[in-house]
């Protein structure tokens, strides 16, 4: 990042000059599309008036400062993550004329981007056989629950419902306990990085051949792969797998432990016997590495109870941090469990930079936020998201009149009509509930109300 | 029809266990010819369970081979002089160099991606560490559980009345290896543009936390903290136990809550006590009894079934691995792939990820042999044939 910049030329971002319609709602695609305007892409996002995408609610995030103010659609934390850097244009694509301005925009673009259940592109005939008739080049990308074809194409599916169908749910749980799911939406970000990686082939093979092509993610497949392993463990040796809380499937000891203080814990996670060594060292028992109980893996194995208690007995008088640092200097593996306040203060995840702040202009009254980047750092490209996320239909005028080229009677009659629109027009109810509230229904662990000052981010 | 999308390129693979070799090998399922490079001892994926016909021997990882496909192999000592002098060969041919040593490794053997790149200005390097290459935990040990833990997703898995609960499996790592291949195609496409390669410093903690979008944005933007969820009375929209194992189905995204109810077969579902959201999770205790009662005599099939295909609710049964093995929606995506092993056999893999028009990931070859490709790469090099041999009588392949 210190080096020298010739020309400007190194710092060109990758996708700089590319056009990519994002047909998106939920979680996966919208954040495929964030990532790819941090990466230089124009990125308008198609959204019906009616329909807006459903991060726009409040059901899974929060406003800033918990009010949802005059227009709530356009102040959900995680629409507000996903969507950066991108041009809005809500759109009524249920409508012919609406879809008339989409096929405009299909030709005008190099990507078409769309996570519609299959049948609803096809129905409009704009399914990649027929939007390729408008451009011939065209990459278009798209994220259904199953994919297209086979039997449960058109099952609906959410990442919620799919982390138990795609096995899983079947390996997590507590040790000798009932399936469990774990995290948030799990699938939709393996959906996220699989539609980049799709995305990026396409356009090298474009850059290549001066074709085009369709990328197809089904997510379905994608989490199947999360447990491959135990597929071919089944097809071989006929095992089921079972589940195993937090330890490791063939090495000991493995878990999480409990530190000093309230819901504070620490994972340990031993490989060999020089590590059991240390281990033992560091928790002040060196007797306990020559001890015949733990002498190898597999005793450890077998004795893993009682080594789950010695550790325990030790990160007991421990803050989770000073357990994992101790552990580490010596060589084993070990983790604090960070929550989202941690996250954002940790040292480490401060000095890396992963958080970035998002500056909101001063008429939507929303400051600045941290969000987060982007996990991989390249050496000679510095990237950052390139703006906020835009308010419902920001860019209609700009998109269709600087771009498309549509005179002011024809924007008008779309205006008009309701084809074209900036505010929802059957608005989602909105959740109201105070902080207190939400740690009170266990949606919350706690509420830092100090949150700004220590993010130094007061307005 | 069109060569791979990646066949122009060389990807040489330094990487051990799971997330760097997958990442190899997604970038050689599209047509790159990626050597993979080892010690003379093989590397540790080697010895990763499951074992086929659960024999521990280096050749029978069932593991190694899904992470290894459509790879060539080689062995090499790279701290031995000869053996940095031979990969300082190959790199200066390589596209791509794929690694997961700790951060200043490869720069002590004067093998970093600034030393490489002065004979290959194009070179990408993508390093894979558990905390990346910068920062106070740079030289911190890392697997699966440890980015769980340190990613923030940990603390929000399991139920609050127990500790944090890990996934199962190795998603984190899966997922560190779906980050590696996409900002490797991020830095070629880079490449096109200047001619200059670059190095990726890819985290595996941070790849895991990318994945809370409503986690941490719940912080920066009311200084909301989630945690784990209670162990009763919010049932819904987890796992929930029926006649023959587990469902769970959840309202958004679907129909309507009287759609829901209908499809429970239990009217006081629409009572005022459930009629939005936030009721429906201040009288979580009841709803879960309803739903556990209706549910009680109907199998996951039919439920499946039914939701998905009368309802269109999205709606989830828990599947085991035979499950997934015997999946008629897997076969219709040409997920599994044979490929044929010299000790395991005929073996069908779990394969595809996703799919393309053009250019689809194509399974060629299983996963190398330690050492298999040692003459024809080392010969394509330049070495002799005298060379080689005193190379493998040093220990040096």
Known sequence: MNEKKTAGQETALPLAGLRIVDISNVFSLPYATGLMADLGAEVIKIEGPARPDTTRSGISGVFPENEPGADPWNRTSTYNLLNRGKKSVALDLRRPEGREVLKDLIRASDVLMENFTPRVMRGWELDYPNATKLNARLIMVSCSGYGPQGPYAQYPAQATTLEATHGLAHVTGYRGGVPSKAGQSFVDFLATWALVMGTTLALRYRHRFGKGLWVDVGMYQLGCYMVAERILDWEVNKRLGERIGNRHPWLAPQGCYRCAGDDQWCVVSVQDDEEWAALCRTIGRPELAQDARFASNSARMRNHDDIDRIIAAWTAGLSKTAAMERLQAAGVRAGAVFDARDMHLDPHAKARGLLETVQFPPERGMGKRAIIGRPWRLSKLPLSARGPAPTLGQHNREVLQDLLGYDDARYAQLEQSGILGTRPTQPRPVLRMSMEERVRQGRLAYWDPEYKERLGMQD | ?397
């Open chain 2, 1 to 397: 029809m069109l060569p791979a999308v990646l066949d122009d390129l060389l990807v040489l693979d330094l990487s051990q266990g799971i997330a760097g070799p997958f990442c190899a090998r997604l970038l050689a399922d599209y047509g790159a010819d990626v050597i993979k490079i080892e010690q003379p001892g093989g590397e540790c994926g080697r010895r990763m369970p499951p074992f086929f016909h659960d024999d521990p021997h280096p050749e029978k990882s069932l593991f190694f081979l899904l992470l290894n496909l459509n790879k060539r192999g080689v062995t090499l000592d790279l701290e031995q002089p000869q053996g940095a002098e031979i990969f300082r060969r190959l790199a200066r041919s390589a596209d791509v160099i794929v690694e997961s040593f700790p951060p200043g490794y490869l720069a002590s053997l004067g093998l970093d991606h600034a030393t490489l790149e002065k004979d290959n200005p194009g070179l990408v390097m993508t390093s894979i560490t558990p905390f990346g290459q910068t920062g106070p935990y740079r030289r911190y040990k890392g697997n699966e559980i440890v980015a769980y833990a340190t990613s923030g997703i940990m603390a929000i898995g399991g139920t609050a009345d127990r500790e944090p609960l890990q996934h199962g499996g190795f998603p984190a790592q899966y997922e560190t290896a779906m980050n590696g291949m996409l900002a490797t195609n991020v830095a070629l496409l880079a490449r096109d543009l200047t001619g200059l390669g670059q190095q990726v410093d890819l985290s595996m903690q941070e790849a895991v936390t990318s994945s809370l979008v409503i986690n941490q944005p719940y912080y920066s933007f009311a200084g909301g903290v989630q945690g784990r969820r209670r162990p009763e009375g919010s049932a819904f929209g987890q796992i929930m136990p029926c006649k023959d194992g587990f469902f769970v189905t959840q309202e958004a995204g679907g129909g309507t809550w009287d759609e829901i109810a209908d499809f429970f077969g239990r009217g006081e579902l629409k009572d005022e006590r459930f009629a939005d959201p936030v009721q429906r999770i201040v009288n979580g205790h009841e709803l879960d009894a309803i739903i556990l009662d209706a549910a009680k005599e109907r199998t996951m099939a039919e439920m499946f079934k039914t939701a998905s295909e009368q309802y269109r609710m999205p709606f989830g049964i828990v599947q085991t691995p035979e499950d997934l093995a015997k999946c008629p929606q897997l076969e219709a995506r040409e997920f599994y792939q044979e490929v044929e092993h010299p000790v395991i056999g005929k073996i069908r893999v779990p394969f595809r990820l996703w799919n393309m028009s053009a250019s689809a990931a194509t399974c060629r070859r299983p996963a190398p042999l330690l050492g298999q490709h040692n003459l024809e790469v080392f010969t394509k090099f330049g070495c002799s044939g005298a060379e080689i041999g005193t190379l493998r009588e040093r220990g040096i392949i």
